[in-house]
Nanobody, 123 residues
């Protein structure tokens, strides 16, 4: 069982930056691939970024490539999402997720989810 808690969301102006954190419980965090997803009102949950258990494989959605960076610190049981050059269309609730297998761009590919953190980008 893995419990995930996101933090770091907030209100930022367009062009600004935020860093989201996702703290995981459990001693086997290092064996899980982690993903970040987001969901805007009235829209489906969409893939943002994912990272393998070792950090050796990283994937991004085209919409955030070059602006967002996913990373993890297995010693701290934490995965991060550094978000730069934020746009109003990045406004959403951001969720982190964990899976005891390879990283996936599909929400159904994950076993555990956090409660989400709101990111609002003003124009």
């Amino acid at each position: 069982q893995v419990q995930l808690v996101e933090s770091g969301g907030g209100l930022v102006q367009a062009g600004g930056s935020l860093r989201l954190s996702c703290a995981a419980s459990g001693r086997t965090f290092s064996s899980y691939a982690m993903g970040w997803f987001r969901q805007a009102p009235g829209k489906e949950r969409e893939f943002v970024a994912a990272i393998s258990w070792s950090g050796g494989r990283i994937y991004y959605a085209d919409s955030v490539k070059g602006r967002f960076t996913i990373s993890r610190d297995n010693a701290k049981n934490t995965v991060y999402l550094q978000m730069n050059s934020l746009k109003p269309e990045d406004t959403a609730v951001y969720y982190c997720a964990a899976v005891g297998g390879p990283p996936s761009p599909r929400p159904g590919g994950y076993d555990y989810w956090g409660q989400g953190t709101q990111v609002t980008v003003s124009s």
